[in-house]
């Protein structure tokens, strides 16, 4: 069985740009995290999709930052535009319904220059 | 004050040492409790999920004390390959709050 993906595992994009990343979560699962670690610090929660919908989007940074999961497969999260502290590591990770356990992407390195 | 919080350590322990960590909580309503591991550059994979009578695996064993608002995680007879990061990620519901991790070296 494919495991979650993401997608690219690094972009490195200059400030003012855009980027959008892709996770593919393990197929079924209809909860959908993203997360992210900024240099130093701890993971932080992004949001949450329950299939298509926003369940729980309060760790957004602000509304540079959309989110995505049209039809409840993958999702993407988009960031227009870039700024420096923007940069760090962006995790994706699903869960199957009545689930607690995650299960993560192996990440996507963003460096904003 | 954080919602989780951890000794970030470095923990530097000679192989076949026995080795605790901590995590304290601030959330009462808190649901559910795990340890995560995160190796360098890699993703946060599932060690244990903790319940609220204490579990062992093998030779790691996590504790919860709800009253006092922490969990623990004790490894036995260190391994080299337990080297890592290890994260306290506790669950509100549908949300997952981590912690900022426990950096353990097992030393040769």
């Known amino acids: 069985e494919a495991g979650v993906t993401q997608f690219p595992s690094h972009s490195v994009i200059e400030k003012g740009q855009t980027v959008t990343l892709r996770c593919d979560p393990i197929s079924g699962h209809d909860n959908l995290y993203w997360y992210r670690r900024v240099m130093g610090k701890e993971i932080k929660f992004l949001l949450h999709f329950v299939k298509e919908s926003k369940q729980d989007e309060s760790g957004m940074p602000n509304n540079r930052f959309l989110a995505e999961r049209t039809g409840g497969t993958y999702s993407t999260l988009k960031v227009q535009p870039a700024e420096l502290e923007d940069s760090g590591v962006y995790f994706c990770?699903?869960?199957?319904?009545?689930?607690?356990?995650?299960?993560f992407g192996s990440g996507t390195q963003l460096s904003v220059l | 004050r954080k919602e989780v919080e951890q000794d970030p350590g470095p923990f530097n322990v000679p192989e076949g040492a026995t080795v605790a960590f901590n995590c304290t909580y601030s959330n009462s309503a808190s649901q559910s409790f795990f340890w995560y591991r995160q190796d360098c550059r890699k993703e946060p994979k599932l060690l244990m999920s903790?319940?609220?009578s204490g579990n062992e695996d093998g030779r790691f064993t996590a504790q919860l004390n709800r009253a006092s608002q922490y969990i623990s995680l004790l490894i036995r007879d260190s391994k080299l390959s337990d080297s890592a990061t290890y994260l306290c990620v506790i669950n509100y519901g549908q949300n997952f709050v981590f912690g900022p991790g426990t950096r353990l070296s097992v030393l040769p």
């Open positions: 903790v319940y609220s």
């Open positions: 990770a699903s869960s199957p319904q009545g689930n607690e356990k995650l299960f």
